[in-house]
T-cell receptor, first 114, second 115 residues
Framework: AQTVTQSQPEMSVQEAETVTLSCTYD???????LFWYKQPPSRQMILVIR????KQQNATENRFSVNFQKAAKSFSLKISDSQLGDTAMYFC???????????WGAGTKLIIKP | KAGVTQTPRYLIKTRGQQVTLSCSPI?????VSWYQQTPGQGLQFLFE???????NKGNFPGRFSGRQFSNSRSEMNVSTLELGDSALYLC??????????????FGPGTRLLVL
């Protein structure tokens, strides 16, 4: 069975610091997609970043970047210059190609302190 | 472009009743997926629809059902509600043009409380 593991239930950092959230996954498939979503207190699930497994280059979106290590099945999220608005639950998720189903990690609660 | 909309946003029901939740995808999106989020079980996949057909289904009892209409809007129904069905129900849509546009965009959710 495919699983996604987020080993950090909660993290807190000071505003403007850099923080890295960990995610590992288990699959025997070769074609898949990885995502990070954030869920602020409003409960709206917001896409942060996505990565196609066939791409070796790590995805970046402004202050957000990933470190994708396919062989190690690791997909960590780095948030640079963290802001108060980054406070949220962060979920790592995985999808097989042509499966249409997201498999989720348990989430990491990230608190940005002023 | 408007995002995914879900109605109602909040719902209170009693055990044994049934409930219908509605989801309107982003304009042009053809795939709609449903997820249940609870503190104990986290996020779990319910089902996914494309062109009015269910393509994938999660491990939920038959009390949970869904459908998709020709305009891509989707509904999910839960019959004979149980206390454990209390959850946030999230709907997501994706483009699914066949070119790998599989990224799912979520609505605000419907919070269901079963008493």
């Amino acid at each position: 069975a495919q699983t996604v593991t987020q080993s950090q239930p909660e993290m807190s950092v000071q505003e403007a610091e850099t923080v890295t959230l960990s995610c590992t996954y288990d699959t025997s498939e070769n074609n898949y997609y990885l995502f990070w979503y954030k869920q602020p207190p409003s409960r709206q699930m917001i896409l942060v970043i996505r990565q196609e497994a066939y791409k070796q280059q790590n995805a970046t979106e402004n202050r957000f970047s990933v470190n994708f290590q396919k062989a190690a099945k690791s997909f960590s999220l780095k948030i640079s210059d963290s802001q108060l608005g980054d406070t949220a639950m962060y979920f790592c998720a995985f999808m097989f190609d042509s499966n249409y189903q997201l498999i989720w990690g348990a989430g990491t609660k990230l608190i940005i302190k002023p | 472009k408007a995002g995914v909309t879900q109605t109602p946003r909040y719902l209170i029901k009693t055990r044994g009743q049934q409930v219908t939740l509605s989801c309107s995808p982003i304009s042009g999106h053809r795939s709609v997926s449903w997820y249940q989020q609870t503190p104990g079980q986290g996020l779990q996949f319910l089902f996914e629809y494309f062109s009015e057909t269910q393509r994938n289904k999660g491990n939920f009892p038959g009390r949970f059902s869904g459908r998709q209409f020709s305009n891509s809007r989707s509904e999910m129904n839960v019959s004979t509600l149980e206390l454990g069905d209390s959850a946030l129900y999230l709907c997501a849509s994706s483009l699914e043009t066949g070119g790998g546009e599989e990224t799912q965009y979520f609505g605000p959710g419907t919070r269901l409380l079963v008493l």
